[in-house]
Nanobody, 124 residues
Framework: QVQLIESGGGLVQAGGSLRLSCAAS????????MGWFRQSPGKDREFVAS????????YYGDSVKGRFAISRDNAKNTVFLQMNTLKPEDTAVYSC?????????????????WGHGRQVTVSS
């Protein structure tokens, strides 16, 4: 079993930056891809970013491409999401997840373990 603990996030003005971290415990996740999703009230869960097990191949949702960056530190069993040029529409609960395979996946069903999520609020 894998437990995921997210940290970071919070409140920021539009145009600002925030960083999310997600630390895995219980077993190593270095052989699996990892991802970030977000969900705001009344909306479906949205794919944000994923990264393969090597950390060399990030993949982004269209709405965050060019503004967000995903990275990982396999030695620390941790994945990060750097969020720049934030917009009010980025406001959501952000959750990290561990994929079922080593390959990036944009589908929620492709993930086996999920964190509880962190609130990110961007004010206009």
């Amino acid at each position: 079993q894998v437990q995921l603990i997210e940290s970071g996030g919070g409140l920021v003005q539009a145009g600002g930056s925030l960083r999310l971290s997600c630390a895995a415990s219980g077993r190593t996740v270095s052989s699996r891809a990892m991802g970030w999703f977000r969900q705001s009230p009344g909306k479906d869960r949205e794919f944000v970013a994923s990264i393969d097990r090597s950390g060399e191949n990030p993949y982004y949702g269209d709405s965050v491409k060019g503004r967000f960056a995903i990275s990982r530190d396999n030695a620390k069993n941790t994945v990060f999401l750097q969020m720049n040029t934030l917009k009010p529409e980025d406001t959501a609960v952000y959750s990290c997840a561990v994929a079922r395979s080593s390959y990036s996946d944009s589908r929620p069903g492709g993930y086996e373990y999920w964190g509880h999520g962190r609130q990110v609020t961007v004010s206009s």
